[in-house]
């Protein structure tokens, strides 16, 4: 392949990577933008599909604690009006254990949004268990489903 006429003439039929010779301007210049577009392609994010949220505890008073009820801090929202529209959003708390089970270390305790708590962006939040006080300060996700528009 490499020992032919045609091979030591055209820059096309080089040695792997050599640059070519004899080239174009216009030809590398379509090579470069070819392998700019490869490139874009590849190092591409993933897409977030939630919120993150932040879990700051349960609901409580001076004295009492309300356990079913867990506080959520949501990023980005401030007032009551943009906690509504989270109401009815899936929640999920992700967390590492020690034993693995099916597969996997990781594991998940799914919760809904209910209603906002207070004015300063802060929602109330049901899960099927409760959460413990160990995720106190932990992220979670607020999941952008079920969708009401």
Same mark, same amino acid.
């Given at each position: ?7 030591? %003439?055209s820059?096309?039929? *080089? +040695?792997a990577?050599? =640059? &070519?010779?004899?080239a174009m301007?216009?030809?590398k210049k379509?090579?470069?933008?070819? %392998?700019?577009?490869k490139? *874009? +392609?590849a190092?591409k =994010? &993933?897409v977030?599909?939630?919120a993150k949220g932040?879990?700051?505890g349960?609901?409580?008073s ?15 929202v401030?007032?009551k009006e943009?906690a509504a529209?989270?109401?009815?959003k899936?929640v999920?708390y ?5 034993k693995?089970v099916k597969n996997?270390k990781?594991r998940?305790m ?7 708590h207070?004015?300063?962006?802060v929602?109330?939040a049901k899960?099927l ?5 160990k995720?106190f300060g932990?992220?979670c996700?607020?999941?952008m ?5």
């Amino acid at each position: 392949f490499g020992s032919s006429p045609r091979a030591q %003439s055209s820059p096309h039929y *080089a +040695k792997a990577g050599a =640059q &070519p010779v004899a080239a174009m301007a216009g030809e590398k210049k379509q090579i470069a933008g070819a %392998s700019k577009r490869k490139v *874009a +392609k590849a190092t591409k =994010q &993933p897409v977030r599909l939630y919120a993150k949220g932040l879990i700051l505890g349960h609901k409580r008073s001076k004295s009492n604690t309300y356990h079913s009820i867990t506080l959520l801090k949501i990023d980005g929202v401030r007032t009551k009006e943009d906690a509504a529209w989270y109401a009815g959003k899936r929640v999920a708390y992700v967390y590492k254990a020690k034993k693995e089970v099916k597969n996997s270390k990781f594991r998940v305790m799914w919760g809904k949004v209910r209603r906002a708590h207070g004015n300063s962006g802060v929602v109330r939040a049901k899960f099927l268990k409760n959460i413990p006080p160990k995720a106190f300060g932990a992220p979670c996700r607020i999941m952008m489903y079920p969708s009401s528009i």
